[in-house]
């Protein structure tokens, strides 16, 4: 007799390949327009499915996996961070978790440089200037930003996507620091040409950029408060493409506008779409739509990722990308 099928509920769109492919292995259901579920929609999708595939935008907490039904046994996450999920209280109830590392490391990567390059040289005040018709030709002193060659960058948590930050910063000729819960091997430390600073304030007050790569977690929450953005130099800017909650919004935005630091670069939001509307007004500050990974090639490896942990939780066996509390 043929093995049931398993049911899968897909919270958002995803790539039509990955969703092609998921419906060709399992009894899947997917969505038919690109908004978050409600609570009460995905409530009623963890009471019925085997298998939870949710993204950053919907938040599995305890209260959710209270109503979970006897049926649910993994959430595959599309994605990296797992801030959203109470993993925890899933794993007290015997739900496992995966997400799907590594695959996104080079995109989040290339756009944290990006960010840097676009704060330092003014990139978008160069593109404001073409879009509103106002370039009168070139002139020695015009939009004169920073070279970034021989800049201190701090790298704030030095795990996959941070070394990669490393790698392509040093070839811009910055010089490569980070603080980490861990410090690193000293061959992959020397690898990197990259200075420890076991003090995190130490590093800070020292730094030209600072780039936030660690992940969201209860200890990680306003890592970058009030205090320690006062650390910064005046000269210094500030790049976050991991998560909005380790940085003091709004202490950030207090600080650039009175010239405390000099710029940001954000790609992330201490609460989600509600960006504080002030950060939006500085021409010193860069914001993207939490778009860091987003290539189209990376959201297909993500789908592989997800699907590769599905069957394998199907045929018995524990994903490859499982997430256990200790890791957090
Ligand atoms: C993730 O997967 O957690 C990323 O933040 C998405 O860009």
Known sequence: MPRERLSVVVTRRLPEVVETRLSELFDVRLRDDDTPMTR???AAAMRTCD?????????????????????LRLIANYGAGVDHIDVATAR??????????????????????ALILAVTRR???GLAVMQKNEWTGWAPTALLGGRVGGRRLGILGMGRIGQAVARRASAFGMQIHYHNR????????ESLEATYWESLDQMIARMDVISVNCPSTPSTFHLMNARRLKLMKPSGVLV??????????????RM???????????????????????????PNVVLLPHMGSATLEGRIEMGEKVIINIKTFADGHRPPDQVVPAML
């Open 256 to 282: 650039i506008r009175s010239g405390e630091i000099a710029g940001a670069g954000l790609d992330v939001y201490e609460h989600g779409t509600q960006v504080n509307p002030r950060l939006r007004e500085l």
């Open 123 to 125: 990139i978008p005040e």
């Open 40 to 42: 009460d929609e995905l």
């Open 240 to 253: 976050n493409t991991s998560r909005g909650e380790v940085i003091d919004e709004n202490a950030l935005t």
């Open 92 to 113: 007290q109830r015997g739900v496992l978790v995966s997400n799907t590392p590594g695959v996104l490391t080079d995109d989040t990567a290339d756009m944290t440089m």
């Open 51 to 71: 298998v939870l595939v949710p993204t950053l935008t919907d938040k599995i907490d305890a209260g959710l996996l209270a109503q979970a039904g006897e049926r």
């Open 182 to 189: 861990r410090r690193l091997r000293p061959e992959i430390e």
